[in-house]
């Protein structure tokens, strides 16, 4: 009896561990874990902001409890702001996992951009998040389809009014 569970234990965890490492090794957004460079400008990510609003950037380097990305939005007449991952290389009609754990107060969209062979420029907006303040870390997961003729795609979790946005860690893996 012992060894079956010894044995069935070694399994489970072996498997959970290949897993573990096969979704790290399979993100295609360049430092998804947000460990890599300087704190003040973490490769791989880029401030996005539009419309006439009043945002703040940061990135918040806590020690053992790892980086954050983090933005505000005090005064608010339109448009949006939050942190995007530079663009990645996408295959037409091929779906995608995004993924996030981050905490917010606010209203948040998270919207694709995609870029195609024309070089016109696609958004598709993938979810609406529209719950007030969260204390805790939340993490959720939406998929979406790379258009016809996309060659890249950037996400950005975006806020779309007043709030604020912590991100811990991101992911993007093609299905």
């Given at each position: 009896?012992?060894?079956?569970?010894?044995?069935?234990?070694?399994?489970?965890?072996?498997?959970?561990?290949?897993?573990?490492?096969?979704?790290?090794?399979?993100?295609?957004?360049?430092?998804?874990?947000?460990?890599?460079?300087?704190?003040?400008?973490?490769?791989?990510?880029?401030?996005?902001?539009?419309?006439?609003?009043?945002?703040?950037?940061?990135?918040?380097?806590?020690?053992?409890?790892?980086?954050?990305?983090?933005?505000?939005?005090?005064?608010?007449?339109?448009?949006?702001?939050?942190?995007?991952?530079?663009?990645?290389?996408?295959?037409?009609?091929?779906?995608?996992?995004?993924?996030?754990?981050?905490?917010?107060?606010?209203?948040?969209?998270?919207?694709?951009?995609?870029?195609?062979?024309?070089?016109?420029?696609?958004?598709?907006?993938?979810?609406?998040?529209?719950w007030g303040a969260e204390e805790n870390w939340v993490?959720?997961?939406?998929?979406?389809?790379?258009?016809?003729?996309?060659?890249?795609?950037?996400?950005?979790h975006c806020l779309t009014g007043r709030g604020s946005?912590?991100?811990?860690?991101?992911?993007?893996?093609?299905?």
């Amino acid at each position: 009896m012992m060894k079956t569970v010894s044995r069935n234990f070694v399994l489970l965890a072996s498997v959970f561990f290949s897993q573990t490492l096969q979704s790290a090794d399979s993100n295609l957004i360049q430092n998804g874990s947000l460990d890599q460079g300087e704190a003040k400008n973490p490769p791989g990510w880029v401030r996005a902001q539009s419309g006439l609003n009043e945002a703040y950037f940061a990135v918040l380097d806590w020690g053992a409890w790892g980086r954050w990305l983090y933005v505000s939005i005090g005064e608010y007449s339109s448009g949006e702001a939050g942190w995007a991952f530079k663009p990645v290389h996408v295959t037409p009609g091929k779906t995608y996992v995004w993924s996030s754990t981050f905490k917010k107060e606010g209203r948040s969209v998270i919207r694709a951009e995609f870029k195609l062979t024309s070089g016109k420029t696609v958004t598709q907006d993938v979810d609406v998040l529209i719950w007030g303040a969260e204390e805790n870390w939340v993490t959720i997961s939406r998929e979406f389809v790379a258009p016809p003729e996309a060659v890249s795609v950037s996400v950005c979790h975006c806020l779309t009014g007043r709030g604020s946005i912590y991100f811990k860690e991101v992911s993007l893996v093609e299905q």
